[in-house]
């Protein structure tokens, strides 16, 4: 493997310790701060690529820190699902960094600039440790990073809403992360070990006692509030609707995203052979919840007149979404699964950065105002568009091909309402989707409102605008390049 079995720990590490340097910086040199705070994840974004054809879908890299052997030591641990999502967390943080420069500028007070670019470090550097680890305490440890910087830049503005839902984020939380902790402090009571490739075997060996199986639902309960599954998706709309939109592309794109992977990992990884039963019923009741999540998102965000909080009810459907893979547990829905959180990451980020140009430009924020919204910025509007077909689920877009896969994996494990469900999903997303376009497109603006010359956002924040709304055209019409490997990589989880 020779170098590059060291490229998965530099992707962590190096977010994580341009997090340290920000401050310095920040004092030194606070107008370079925007420019150097790339650095460290264009880095990784390119050692990511360089990883890609270097992990089998059948297979792992493994790296043990201080070449430790676990389960004494910590290991990092890339199989191609988890390489899969580093690159989508690597690619849209650093997009969403590049836009950050002109937006944060406007929106945040000088003074709280270099905090803001170390906390999104460490939010990216947590997100990449909390995908790669191959050992659960250090999954709540980056998990808790994580989740402590995302509470800090919700409320980084400082205005008394961002506070607020900040707090209510906080509030909900905290007690999942208790629930993950004692997860973790059950299971290692009845096993003795922390390494989660260890674990699967000394669980199995265990016979499945009650510990374990209050231990496997406190998991599933604790990331299903982190992943904002309904009912536990109370803190999500205030907190991606009232972050600076840069963050709330990573809250909507990619943090909900990685606490669903956490449980695709911990059921599929950990809870292995012999929990069938225990599995089996924990995803039929989640099943549940999740066909619940796509109809209740689904139609509030019919019902939102603030174009951001009409994407966080989004978020909250195409949650669902991606539970609906999962709990399939055919290889064909965990494969639409992950390929519906490379699309959403993309397809969300878009959408929250379009709408962080309009407030960015003119101040709008309402739906009602975008109405003629493409005399003026067209730019934006076409990318918007673009990316709201991908959420609908237009071909040949990305969301295209997701649902269709979780259409079959659902056929082929026998759930044909949750079928009816998907469909339905992706009519309501049809109707509060063409809205915006219609109004952007088709309906003339208020007096005043969008008259004069052209005056769209800067090329700063158009370019990692575009960049993510074609990319959901082009991983719709390139799919092949990735979906053959996900099969193989979800039949070897299965």
């Not at 606070?30 to 990883?51: D, E, F, H, I, R």
């Not at 420069?101 to 170390?118: D, K, L, N, P, W």
């Not at 208790?178 to 075997?201: C, E, H, K, P, Q």
């Not at 077909?389 to 071909?395: A, K, M, Q, T, Y």
Request: proline share 4%; with cysteine; net charge neutral.
């Amino acid at each position: 493997m020779g170098a590059y079995r060291h490229f998965p720990i530099l992707m962590i590490t190096l977010p994580l310790l341009g997090a340290v340097f920000m401050p310095l910086m920040g004092y030194l040199r606070a107008k370079w701060v925007p420019w150097t705070a790339a650095l460290p994840l264009a880095a990784s974004s390119v050692l990511g690529v360089l990883l890609i054809g270097k992990i089998p879908a059948e297979g792992y890299l493994g790296y043990h820190l201080g070449n430790w052997e676990p389960p004494w030591g910590i290991e990092i641990r890339v199989d191609f699902m988890g390489l899969f999502l580093m690159l989508i967390v690597c690619g849209i943080t650093l997009l969403s960094m590049v836009y950050s420069r002109r937006y944060i500028a406007a929106e945040v007070s000088e003074g709280r600039q270099t905090a803001y670019y170390t906390l999104f470090l460490l939010m990216s550097g947590a997100m990449l440790g909390f995908t790669a680890t191959g050992d659960i305490f250090n999954l709540f440890v980056f998990m808790e990073i994580l989740a402590l910087s995302s509470y800090a830049l919700v409320a980084i503005t400082g205005n008394r809403n961002a506070v607020r839902a900040a707090f209510k984020y906080l509030l909900m939380g905290a007690p999942s992360s208790i629930m993950v902790l004692l997860a973790i402090g059950f299971l290692y009571s009845a096993t003795g070990t922390l390494n989660m490739a260890d674990l699967s075997r000394r669980i199995a060996e265990s016979g499945y006692t009650e510990v374990l199986i209050v231990s496997y639902i406190l998991f599933v309960i604790g990331f299903g509030v982190k992943a904002a599954l309904f009912p536990l998706h109370m803190w999500l709309p205030d907190a991606h609707s009232i972050a600076p939109s840069p963050i709330s592309a990573l809250l909507s794109g990619l943090l909900v995203e990685v606490s669903a992977f956490a449980i695709l990992r911990i059921s599929f990884s950990v809870f292995t052979s012999g929990a069938e039963n225990l599995i089996g019923g924990t995803m039929d009741a989640a099943g549940i919840f999740a066909a619940a999540a796509v109809l209740f998102g689904g139609i509030m965000a019919v019902l939102q007149k603030d174009l951001k909080m009409m994407i966080a009810y989004s978020t909250i459907s195409h949650i669902g979404y991606i539970f609906l893979g999962i709990t399939a547990m055919t290889a064909e829905g965990i494969t639409g699964a992950m390929y519906h959180m490379l699309d959403h990451g993309l397809a969300k980020a878009c959408l929250f950065l379009c709408a962080g140009s309009f407030i960015y430009v003119k101040g709008y924020r309402r739906i009602e105002d975008l109405k003629g919204a493409w005399r003026q910025m067209p730019w934006t509007c076409f990318a918007f568009a673009l990316a709201a077909l991908s959420v609908v689920g237009i071909p040949p877009t990305a969301g295209f091909i997701s649902k269709w896969y979780l259409i079959l994996g659902n056929i082929e494990g026998g759930n044909y309402l949750y079928v009816v469900i998907l469909l339905a999903g992706s009519i309501l997303a049809a109707v509060y989707c063409f809205r915006v376009i219609i109004y952007m497109f088709f309906l003339p603006g208020k007096e005043g409102a969008w008259e004069g010359e052209f005056k769209d956002a800067a090329p700063s924040m158009l370019s990692p605008v575009w960049i993510l709304s074609l990319g959901t055209l082009f991983f719709g019409v390139f799919s092949y390049l990735v979906i053959p490997s996900l099969l193989k990589a979800a039949e070897f989880l299965l």
